[in-house]
């Protein structure tokens, strides 16, 4: 018992003479700095700074990090629900969620700032967007029954907008029927449209990538558009 009472007296007057020692070395550094306060403290101002600026970094990098997860679990959610339908039922959807759906496909495929125009006299752009590429995507949607086909007429009105009214680097005419008429895929190719019917909508549906989809025009396995 004496020997465990004298030990913890030598603690404490160890720990003591420690506070003494700090106490005192403190009191020496501050006379130090004081006396040489002219050299001292751009040092100061530049460890300041550094500790600033590494704060301000890691807090940025923090926010990236954080926006970074955040998008990539918006685009997760974004394909989970552009693949959760099948064709029938994207025909079972209205013309309105039609086209809702289509600029969800664009962004699952990391499309940005894909818009719906969702009103009528939209000139042909149901929905605009930019590919990852940065080139302008002008899409038009039309919800027609699988046995209809794209007219030359219906084609013609969207080359007269796609690009003089749009601007578009791609335009891309999507249709829930099965055919271009003959006149109209003919149109598309010589003006630059990609026509994507319901075979190729249902891969894209699928899950296949819009940039695989851009090449292939009508039939999808005919005619290719040479690489932009």
């Known amino acids: 018992m004496a020997a465990q009472r004298g030990r913890r007296r030598l603690k404490k007057r160890t720990r003591r003479q420690l506070q003494g020692w700090g106490a ?7 006379g130090w700095v004081a006396l040489h306060w002219a050299a001292v403290w751009p040092a100061l101002v530049a460890v300041l700074a550094v500790i600033v600026l590494g704060v301000t970094g890691w807090a940025l990098w923090r926010a990236h990090r954080i926006a970074v997860d955040q998008d990539r679990q918006w685009r997760a959610q974004q394909e989970a629900q552009a693949r959760g339908l099948s064709m029938s039922e994207v025909d079972a959807l209205s013309w309105q969620d039609f ?39 002008v899409v038009q949607c039309k919800r027609y029954a699988p046995h209809r086909s794209v007219s030359s007429q219906d084609m ?31 149109l598309a190719l010589r003006q630059d449209i990609v026509a994507l019917h319901r075979d190729l909508l249902g891969s894209w549906v699928k899950g296949a990538r819009l940039e695989t989809l851009i090449p292939l025009n009508g039939s999808g396995g005919g005619p290719r558009r040479p690489p932009a």
Do not use: M, N, W
């Open 99 to 137: 086209e809702t759906y289509i600029a969800d496909l664009c962004r699952r495929d990391g499309c940005t700032k894909a818009v719906v125009s969702g009103k009528s006299g939209d000139l042909g752009a149901d929905v605009i967007g930019y590919l990852a590429d940065g080139r302008k995507l």
């Open 24 to 30: 005192a070395a403190a009191l020496v550094a501050a």
């Open 156 to 186: 013609q009105k969207f080359v007269g907008t796609a690009r003089p009214e749009h601007g578009a680097d791609v335009a891309l005419y999507v249709t829930t029927c099965r055919t271009f008429t003959k006149a109209a895929l003919g």
